[in-house]
């Protein structure tokens, strides 16, 4: 067999494994659904809304698993299709992209089991959870373009070609963006850099 052939039948594999993943509705929403949830409603700040995203998500995913080339990881052909769904609503302009800081700032006290926990102080945790408020504001204040890679890299874990692939831009713009969103954070919290 020569490498092409070898490559054809490894992508093949790998498709089908998706798509036995994708053909299972319930595991699709059990799996996947927490991190859209928590990305679009980081990327939009309005929770209603963000159920609403990540559900047509979803449906939209399954209804058109057939079309899933398996040329990437399922969680990032998701973060795509939920990307497109923003996009969309902001162009609509059905919703205020920023509400107040507290609508669209992170609960810390709900982030706080994030943190390590097991030698930390109890004044320690007061100010992890105060820089993590912190952080939340600076994220706000950002472009769309840098808040979205920031969160998909920080929160949702991925790396830059998943980044890359799922909003369409180039990695060097990804890289521009995330670099200038972590200087923001940086500059906020009194890091330099």
């Known amino acids: 067999m020569h490498a092409a052939e070898v490559t054809m039948v490894h992508q093949d594999s790998s498709k089908a494994n998706f798509l036995s993943e994708l053909n299972d509705i319930d595991s699709l929403v059990a799996v996947y659904r927490p991190r859209l949830l928590r990305y679009v409603t980081f990327s939009i ?3 209603d809304l963000a159920e609403s995203i990540t559900q047509d ?3 939209k995913a399954y ?3 057939s079309s899933f080339r398996g040329d990437c990881a399922v969680s990032t052909w998701l973060f ?3 990307n497109n769904l923003v996009r969309d609503q902001l162009r609509r302009k059905k919703f205020h992209f920023w509400r107040q800081a507290e609508t669209t700032a992170l609960d810390a006290s709900e982030m706080a089991f994030l943190l390590p926990n097991n030698q930390a102080s109890a004044e320690d945790r007061i100010l992890a959870v105060e820089r993590l408020k912190q952080v939340a504001k600076t994220v706000e204040t950002l472009s769309a373009k840098q808040r979205q890679v920031f969160i998909l890299k920080f929160a949702e874990d991925l790396d830059l070609d ?3 692939r799922c909003t369409g831009m180039t990695v060097n713009t990804v890289k521009t963006h995330l670099h200038r969103a972590i200087y923001s954070v940086r500059k906020a919290l009194g890091v330099r850099s």
Do not use: H, K, P, V
Request: glycine letters at 14%.
């Open 63 to 65: 209804n058109a698993r």
């Open 162 to 164: 998943e980044i890359s």
């Open 45 to 47: 700040g309005d929770q």
């Open 57 to 59: 998500c979803l449906l």
């Open 80 to 82: 795509g299709i939920a």
